[in-house]
């Protein structure tokens, strides 16, 4: 990883560093709180949106707010708000990010659907599958918000995620370009450097996956800290950091 030297913010992943399943991992609160609000939580969870996301760390001692969260679901879904304004979207999705779609003027159809969209759907079937699979066949954009198989769940369990669906879409359809905004790519690091407002070469990414964590940083040039055995980076509190807008105070 190299020096902490002139680290002033931290870009923070949540499955497996700061969360495992349902519990808060040793040292989580301590390490945020020590870095005075300077950090943001990047994280492919692909299932729930921010302020959704917020109020369930909370119930588990971890305060954060909704506007130091970007997760790859919400994002992926702004992506193609931007990209395809108004486009017809069938979506393997959770029903909060469908009204998350809605919000932002995407049309969630069955038929003929400009775009297929893959997050992590806990409903996923044969029959979405089969929607899925020939809307692509006949020429729908695929976008997949996560491409992890699995994440860390409790006592050593693995929580299937959205590769996993995304790896039975591609038996069906064969190889076909999909457009992934979850680390390792670039989508989720460059809005986390927007909130914080701070050069590259002052923000470390903290991690426990070396092929999304570490890699999405060492493309981007950043500093990476791998988590192992619960122990997190010591970063001084008084570095400075510039948030003009206020943006990363600590909420109350």
């Not at 909130?195 to 890699?215: I, K």
């Amino acid at each position: 990883m190299g020096s902490l030297h002139g680290i002033q913010g931290c870009l923070v992943d949540l499955d497996g560093t700061l969360v495992r399943g349902r519990q808060m991992l040793p040292g989580a609160n301590v390490f945020l709180e020590s870095l005075e609000g300077r950090f943001v939580i990047v994280s492919n969870d692909a299932e729930h949106t921010p302020l959704e996301l917020s109020r369930g760390l909370k119930r588990l001692g971890l305060t954060i707010a909704p506007h130091r969260i970007v997760l790859a679901g919400a994002t992926a879904l702004d992506e193609i708000a931007r990209w395809r304004p108004r486009a017809r979207i069938a979506m393997m999705a959770s029903k909060s990010l469908m009204i998350h779609a809605r919000a932002l003027g995407l049309v969630p159809v069955q038929e003929r659907p400009d775009v297929v969209f893959l997050g992590r759907d806990r409903h996923f079937s044969y029959e979405r599958l089969m929607v899925a699979a020939n809307a692509v066949r006949c020429g729908a954009e695929l976008v997949v918000a996560n491409p992890d198989l699995v994440h860390p769940g409790p006592h050593g369990a693995v929580v299937p995620e959205t590769g996993a669906l995304l790896a039975a879409l591609l038996a069906c359809t064969g190889p076909v370009p999909c457009r992934i905004i979850g680390k390792p790519e670039a989508a989720l690091f460059e809005a986390g450097l927007a909130l914080l407002a701070l050069s590259r070469n002052a923000v470390l990414m903290v991690g426990d996956n070396p092929a999304t964590d570490g890699e999405g940083a060492r493309r981007l040039g950043l500093r990476y800290f791998e988590l192992r055995d619960g122990v997190f980076p010591e970063i001084s509190a008084r570095a400075p950091c510039r948030d003009p807008a206020g943006m990363l105070a600590l909420s109350a």
